[in-house]
Structure formats: C-alpha cells, structure tokens
C-alpha cells in the first residue's frame, strides 16, 4: 500500500511540475517574440516603417503645406511691414533695428517652413539613435534567457514534498476508543494518537513508533481507514487514517498530551480538535473513505468522498 501510495504521489508531483515548466517555457517565449517584435519597430526609421506613407506624407509637405504656410508667413510678414511703417510716420521717425528685426523674424519664418519635415525627420533619427544605443539592449539580443530560472524553480519544486501525517483509531473490546488531548502545538483539542512520518520511513512503522512513543501502547496489525488532507502554503499534507484492535503494552500520556479510553458517542461531544468530525465520520462509515478540507472566507471546509 504504502509503493502504491509513494508512486502515485510521484507521477502527481512529475505531472504538476511538466505543466509548470511548460507554462513558464511558453510564457518566456512569447515574451522573448514580443520583446523582439518590439525592439525592430523601435528601431526602424519611418521610411523603414513604411516608405509608402513617408514619401506621401514628404510630397504631401513639399507641394501643398508649404506653399500654403509661405503664403500665410507672406501676408503675416507684408501686413507687419505696412504697420511698422505707418506707425514710424513713413520713416520719418524710423529706428534702424526695427527693419534688422524684421528680416530675422522672415528668415527665421521662412527657414521653419521650408525646413519643417527634416526637423521633424532629426527628431525622429536622435530617438533611434538614443533606442539604439540604449546600452544595447534593443538593437542587441532581446531574448530573456529564463532557463536557469526555470531549473531552479523545477527543483525547488522536486524538492517540495507532500505534508505526511497520520492518525489512528485505537479501539478495545468494551466499546471504547482511545483519545488525546493534544496540547503542546496550534494542533489542540481531543484528537487520536499520531504523527509525521520521518523521512525514508513507510507510514504502518511510523504510524507504530509515534503511537508508542505518544501512548505506550504496541499496535498490531493496523488497517488503513480512509484519506483526510489540504493545501497550505504550497504544500499537500496528507493524513492517512488507521484503524487497529490489537494492541500491547500499558497505557501512558506523553508530553503530546493525556490519552485515555473513552466511549466512542462520549468523544464526540467533547472539544474536538479541528477536522475531527470528518475523521470520525470516516472511520464509521463503509461507503465514505476520503475527506478534502477547502479554504474559503470564514475557514477550512471539508467536502466527503
């Protein structure tokens, strides 16, 4: 039982991780194409863009804007001359730097218009120079190399086990099963003998050492009763629950807790530690073998299978 238990958890574990490694292969990839994709529209001129629309949009500028605007600075320019010489009666009263103002004011004018699409053509060279050259990192390799960082993540995930508990129902022949009254972690309440099964052990000897070490008492032949497990933090735990009437020895507490034979009914009334009302329910019944606990808003809830 305990191979079969072992070899099924591995394949889980070998399947959950190929999807992992999978999602995260493809979700590098397809950001390494985007990135890439990216990096060669950043790059690329406007007549590399699209030398269609370029050529357009520069004939466009050259027969119909700038005629227009030399047409609009001309009349600009003519009406400001008209003024200036009006207001300086004909000359008479005419200052010399206002005429040396005036033709800067049309040179620069004109020299804005004719030359307004290779200003904007520079701005345009001076952003693909500085992308360029951006510590070579667009006009370079774009590929996010996430290949260490996958193996890592794979092998932290190799290394994470499954939670391994169990519990086991310790029954006499008057009716009576024997409980404890765990105290000394966040695990309280009346429960049954148990504990983690230590690494390279099978769960029937680890399940026979705690409950010694926990009561005092032997048991023999032990027989499984049903699964009760969750998620936490990443981690599966899993307790398997026994079921044995065999046992040897005298019965003694541990610093776990006082343990003591106690009617079955008695025992559920008492304050039970959680999720024991599902373990309960396993153990008695034929047709109900496997309890998962799911988080939702208001604590754990769990559903019988």
């Known amino acids: 039982m305990n191979t079969i ?4 958890t591995e394949a889980i574990k070998d ?32 007549q590399g863009w699209n030398a269609g629309i370029f ?31 009006t207001q300086k009666n004909n000359f008479h009263e005419f200052e010399t730097y206002n005429i040396f103002l005036w033709i800067f004011k049309a040179y620069v004018a004109i020299y804005l218009v004719t030359n307004t699409f290779n200003i904007t053509m520079a701005v345009f060279d001076v ?10 990192v667009i006009s370079g390799n774009t590929a996010v ?22 519990l086991l129902s310790i029954q006499d022949h008057k009716g009576n099963v024997l409980a404890l009254d765990k105290v000394n972690d966040s695990y309280t309440g009346t429960t049954f003998p148990g504990g983690h ?23 023999e032949a032990p027989k499984l009763g049903g699964l009760y497990h969750w998620h936490k ?3 599966h735990y899993v307790i398997t629950l026994y079921k044995a009437d065999k046992f040897t020895g005298e019965l003694k507490s541990s610093e776990e807790g006082r343990v003591y034979w106690i009617p079955l009914e008695e025992l559920k009334t008492k304050e039970l530690a959680t999720g024991m009302e599902h373990v309960l329910r396993i153990l008695e019944s034929e047709k109900v073998d496997e309890c998962y606990m799911h988080l939702e808003a208001d604590g754990y809830v769990g559903d019988l299978y």
């Not at 190399?145 to 169990?166: K, P």
């Not at 690494?199 to 032997?218: H, Y």
């Open 5 to 8: 238990i072992e070899r099924i």
């Open 15 to 46: 399947i959950l991780i190929g999807l992992i490694k999978s999602c995260l292969d493809n979700m590098f990839t397809s950001v390494n194409e985007q990135v890439g994709t990216i990096a060669g529209q950043v790059g690329q001129t406007p």
């Open 55 to 85: 050529n357009l949009i520069q004939n466009i500028s050259q027969t119909v804007i700038v005629p227009i605007a030399g047409l609009i600075i001309t009349f600009v320019l003519c009406y400001e001359l008209i003024t200036m010489v």
């Open 127 to 136: 952003g693909q120079h500085v992308v360029n050259n951006a510590a070579g």
């Open 145 to 166: 190399d996430a290949s260490e960082a996958i193996t890592r993540i794979v092998d932290a995930l190799e290394d994470m086990e499954l939670g391994d508990l169990f």
């Open 197 to 219: 099964v230590e690494a390279n052990e099978i769960f029937q000897k680890s399940m026979i050492r705690e409950v010694w070490e926990e009561t005092g008492l032997t048991v």
């Open 233 to 235: 933090s990443g981690v």
